[in-house]
């Protein structure tokens, strides 16, 4: 406990002040759905975890995973099945802080126990770890919750970050809250970062000597799912030997400027559209979009041997095609640029293949690192869009050349699973 020492007031500042925002979120919760949802989903989770896992083995190595939500828990995914390869008796735990990550994972089969993280009070943290008795935890990226951090400490557990990053307007660096982090990132034993630059900031302006250098553990997950494309076997005989253009994770106003810029193409590429979700309203909108503009679509719940991908657009209105439809593609348009952020963009580059994506994408280092490497194009408007998709379409080397650059930048950056993995095994 002494690396914190110097900055224990914050910590127990919060710790002393917890109960008071608790009571007052709490009071005002029936206002707010979303907190209002956060409190219900909890009420006696710490009972029924217990009646969950009270017959597993004590003598268990066992490892505890918290990710924020299903995109946190991803990067973890590749760190597991190592894991659970070369030691098949290790217990995993798994938790979550949204109920988007826990809904999306809830079933997940190598974990004893999915759950969502308790309220962050002193009380519930010393229930969860006598429940969990972790010999390690491991918390991916960012969701640092000081109670429950600081009883794994005490308890005994090793305390590893993974897939750290350390965005440079991120509060982190705040003078107001630069103290409090800088006790919480000093409780882990072990800091693996994403970038030299992220460890460099943890090692100067943090003083985090045990920061080292890991990479990304999703390029290692999107590298060994990209082998597996089996769910497309059906779809891609009829693209062969075509330009095609996967646009996937689209919302609205992805939409809206695709079909628009696609209809001004000389040379069009055959089109797949993958929406952000496949709800009834969502593709009845969808399907509005392309009868108002006059192209005909088939929807793959309803293709047969008589789809023309020369003269009709693929809708995709099912769950569980977008990754392995990018194997197919020429070209990526990936959505969410023009909302919150860009979706993933690593999914598509994995296959070689150029990406275009909205101009909102700085909260996403691998989306970053694809521009700067010449891999990925960022559009603003449809007449950038135009001119982008214009330019790879008919320039059949600069689509290759964009490709390789996109491709090398997923396989060079591997590895984060078997330094994370490693340190794990060598706790046992």
């Not at 799912?225 to 693209?239: A, E, L, M, Q, W």
């Not at 194997?327 to 919150?340: E, R």
């Not at 490497?373 to 059949?396: P, W, Y």
């Not at 290759?400 to 490693?422: L, M, Q």
Request: glycine share 4%; with cysteine.
């Amino acid at each position: 406990m002494k690396h914190f020492v110097m900055h224990s007031f914050f910590l127990s500042f919060y710790t002393l002040f917890f109960p008071f925002f608790h009571g007052t979120a709490k009071l005002f919760s029936p206002l707010f759905p979303k907190l209002r949802t956060f409190f219900q989903v909890r009420k006696g989770m710490i009972d029924k975890l217990e009646t969950k896992i009270r017959h597993l083995p004590a003598s268990a190595f066992r490892v505890w995973i918290h990710a924020a939500s299903v995109g946190e828990f991803e990067q973890a995914r590749p760190i597991i099945a190592s894991l659970k390869e070369k030691r098949p008796d290790i217990i995993f735990f798994v938790s979550f802080l949204s109920d988007s990550g826990y809904n999306a994972r809830k079933n997940f089969s190598d974990a004893a126990a999915v759950f969502y993280l308790p309220l962050d009070s002193r009380a519930n943290a010393k229930k969860l770890i006598s429940l969990l008795k972790p010999d390690v935890l491991l918390l991916m990226r960012y969701d640092f919750w000081p109670n429950h951090l600081l009883e794994a400490k005490q308890y005994g557990t090793k305390l590893i970050l993974a897939a750290a990053v350390l965005q440079q307007n991120a509060p982190y660096f705040k003078p107001m809250v630069k103290s409090f982090y800088t006790g919480i990132f000093h409780l882990f034993d072990h800091i693996y970062t994403v970038d030299s630059k992220d460890t460099l900031a943890f090692k100067k302006i943090f003083m985090c000597q045990q920061a080292e250098t890991a990479g990304d553990p999703r390029f290692d997950q999107v590298l060994q799912r990209s082998k597996n494309t089996g769910r497309v076997d059906h779809i891609k005989p009829f693209f062969e030997n075509k330009t095609v253009l996967v646009a996937g994770s689209v919302w609205e106003k992805d939409t809206t400027l695709l079909l628009d810029a696609w209809l001004e193409l000389a040379v069009r590429p055959s089109l797949v559209l993958v929406p952000h979700q496949v709800h009834p309203e969502n593709m009845t909108r969808l399907t509005r979009d392309l009868q108002n503009r006059s192209i005909a679509f088939v929807k793959v719940s309803a293709m047969n041997e008589k789809f023309d991908p020369e003269r009709e657009v693929l809708v995709i209105d099912q769950t569980g095609y977008l990754v392995e439809l990018y194997s197919i593609a020429s070209i990526a348009y990936v959505g969410g640029g023009f909302g919150v952020n860009v979706h993933n963009t690593l999914e598509p580059a994995v296959y070689g293949i150029p990406v275009v994506f909205g101009p909102r994408y700085h909260n996403s280092p691998e989306a970053e690192g694809l521009v700067s490497a010449g891999g990925a194009t960022v559009i603003h408007d449809q007449a950038t869009l135009s001119a982008a998709l214009n330019e790879i379409v008919t320039n059949s080397s600069e689509r290759e050349k964009r490709g390789r650059v996109a491709e090398s930048f997923v396989k060079e950056r591997t590895g984060a699973t078997t330094i994370i993995a490693d340190t794990i095994m060598n706790l046992l």
